[in-house]
């Protein structure tokens, strides 16, 4: 039987009439498949685990933290069944277009470690039906889709690409605590092996991103990922290193980044306790990766160690604040208010608190850590600074911004507070009778 032709393919997306698979039920593909069954599509969604396919059958989201509208809408495309849950690979053989969410992160050596993303090319390859239109939508280092996707898909499907299946990659660009909005309002690269694919993937996903479609090849897909995230890392480190200047030489570099800001076509990001997340963590190494027998990446690559350096200058601080106190590191109680990588959210992961921590304990401190969105470090803030020696803030959760110092003052053995987030102002610090040190902002004490 011939394959579907791109134009065969183009009229069933219009109508909705294709069937679309969704590899990795994670929070992009659960979005993502929850988002094309809403618009329309029959979808049937694989994840290798199967409590989580359990959970999705019983129209339960498996994603935590706060998703706006995404546990309803799952909930709704169960119930209608247009978002069907497996773990067999089986069923994905019907399957018009299939999108690949899997994990691609990077291992100790900073290289891609892509067993996911490979194990879903063989077992994809082996069932997927002729003509279908594959799209890798997870991050990867530019010259994956050529270099492994597209050999794997061929050997396991014994087709050509263009010929007996179409390929392409459209990064994803959502962030926790926005997915579905972020799916939705936010532009989207389509690159595929060839133009008429990449058309394709742009008539696919109008129907669920209401925003600029860019339509381009695979490697020029694949450097826009990786590049806008690395983009912010180097800027975020910037900002860091101008701050660690400002502690040297005594100025406040929230001050100075408000005033360069105000320079034309000056954004400086904003400095603090490090940078963690799953994406920007990571994505300078995927980029990274691309070009490292070719070209030196020694900014890229200092960026990241700024940045991983600071949960341990948060730690200098600390130690530095005690020494002013005469007292000593070893022993000392400290309060890590903050585990979450990012304010108001319950995803820990690659957080700078977890290096802090654990340099602070490898100093012989007694840590306590509080963070209201993460479930085995809430409770009242009163009662993890009790009689603690300092007071260590990470993340600038909401619920921080508004805590009451006077009544922190009068809880604490040593009234000392490292800012990594400006969540404070120096005067309400001070006016509070803390010994108060912030990233950037040199020492500031009574
Ligand atoms: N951070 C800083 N200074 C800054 C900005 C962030 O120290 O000026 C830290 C945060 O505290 C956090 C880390 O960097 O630890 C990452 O923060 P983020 O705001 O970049 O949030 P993420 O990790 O969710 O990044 C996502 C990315 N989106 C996608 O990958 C689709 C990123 O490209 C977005 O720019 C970012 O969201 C965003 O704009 O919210």
Redesign the pocket.
């Known amino acids: 039987m011939e394959p579907m032709s791109p134009s065969e393919l183009k009229y069933k997306i219009e109508r909705r009439e294709a069937v679309l698979g969704v590899i990795g039920l994670g929070y992009v593909g659960l979005t993502v498949a929850c988002a094309f069954a809403e618009a329309g599509f029959q979808v049937v969604g694989l994840d290798i685990k199967a409590d989580r396919v359990a959970m999705i059958r019983d129209g339960l989201s498996p994603i935590a933290g706060r998703e706006p509208g995404l546990a309803e809408l799952l909930a709704h495309v169960v119930s209608i069944g247009r978002l069907r849950a497996t773990t067999d690979y089986v069923h994905l053989a019907e399957a018009d277009v299939v999108l690949i969410d899997v994990e691609t992160p990077v291992n100790a050596d900073h290289h891609p470690e892509y067993s996911a993303l490979t194990s879903a090319c063989r077992s994809l390859g082996q069932i997927m039906k002729d003509g279908a239109l594959i799209i890798v939508e997870s991050?990867i280092s530019p010259g994956t889709m050529n270099n492994i996707v597209c050999p794997l898909l061929e050997q396991a499907s014994s087709r050509r690409v263009n010929v007996g299946f179409y390929l392409g990659t459209c990064?994803?660009?959502?962030?926790?605590?926005?997915l579905l909005s972020?799916l939705h309002s936010?532009s989207r690269v389509c690159g595929g092996f060839t133009p008429e694919t990449a058309e394709l993937m742009a008539t696919l996903y109008r129907s669920i991103v209401h925003a600029e479609l860019n339509m381009t090849d695979v490697i020029t897909a694949e450097m826009v990922?990786t590049t806008?995230?690395a983009y912010?890392?180097v800027?975020?480190a910037f900002?860091?290193e101008v701050a660690l200047i400002c502690e040297a030489v005594g100025a406040n570099v929230w001050r100075v980044r408000e005033l360069v800001n105000k320079s034309p076509f000056r954004q400086m990001?904003?400095?603090?306790?490090?940078?963690?997340?799953?994406?920007?963590?990571k994505?300078p190494w995927l980029l990274i990766h691309a070009g490292r027998d070719k070209t030196a990446s020694g900014l890229i690559t200092a960026a990241r160690a700024v940045?991983d350096r600071?949960p341990l200058h948060m730690a200098d601080l600390t130690v530095q604040a005690l020494r002013d106190e005469g007292r000593d590191i070893v022993g000392a109680k400290v309060a890590v208010l903050g585990y979450s990588?990012?304010?108001d959210?319950d995803?820990t992961r690659?957080?700078?608190s977890e290096r802090l921590v654990a340099r602070l304990r490898q100093l012989e401190a007694d840590v306590v850590i509080h963070d209201p969105w993460v479930t085995e470090y809430q409770g009242q803030v009163l009662d993890c600074v009790r009689d603690c020696d300092a007071i260590v803030v990470m993340?600038?959760h909401q619920a921080y911004r508004v805590l009451d110092l006077a009544a922190l003052k009068t809880a604490v053995r040593s009234p000392i507070l490292i800012d990594g987030?400006r969540v404070f102002s120096v005067d309400e610090a001070l006016k509070a009778g803390f010994h108060y040190r912030g990233v950037g902002q040199s020492r500031v004490s009574q």
């Open positions: 991050t990064p994803e660009r959502v962030m926790p605590g926005k972020n936010i990922k806008e995230n912010r890392d800027q975020i900002a860091n990001h904003m400095p603090g306790a490090g940078v963690g997340g799953h994406c920007i963590p994505d940045n600071m990588y990012l304010e959210t995803d690659n957080s700078p993340v600038a987030r």
